[in-house]
């Protein structure tokens, strides 16, 4: 969790820095794929710099189609499991254990399904010609 907004430094420094050993170790001949979306942090020139020096390949992304990332749709699982919580948090280490606690609460079997769906998302994207579907 980060105590600030995420720059694109922050971003490469503190998540992209842990994604180049999990990538270089399950894709050792370099056909993994990170997927992101287009947020800036994720867009900008160090960021691109950085995953490429790194030979980091990236899921082009439609910038209209956020319904394509299962992380999105574990956010808004998290959220509302936060949001449903009997005692509302009334600060910001409330929120933190909040979520924390949500967080490992998400069945993995969720987690698992949202990746299974990623093909049939990807089908009803092409379908679209990179516009909104209904997932």
């Known amino acids: ?3 600030r907004n995420v720059n694109a430094q922050v971003y490469v420094n503190q998540v992209l820095a842990d994604v180049v050993p ?3 170790n399950n894709f050792p001949h370099g056909d993994g794929t990170l997927q992101q979306d287009g947020a800036r942090p994720h ?3 160090v960021t691109q710099q950085f995953l490429a020096q790194h030979n980091i390949n990236v899921l082009e992304w439609a910038g209209i ?3 394509m990332s299962p992380l999105e749709h ?3 699982e998290l959220k509302r499991r936060v949001y449903a919580r009997a005692q509302p948090t009334t600060n910001a280490n409330q929120l933190r254990e909040a979520v924390s606690e949500e967080w490992e609460n998400i069945p993995q079997q969720l987690i698992s399904n949202l990746v299974r769906s990623m093909r049939r998302r990807c089908i009803s994207l092409i379908n679209a010609n990179g516009g909104y579907t209904h997932y």
């Open 1 to 3: 969790m980060f105590d």
């Open 43 to 45: 867009t900008a020139r």
């Open 22 to 24: 999990f990538m270089q």
């Open 65 to 67: 189609s956020p319904d």
């Open 74 to 76: 574990l956010w808004d």
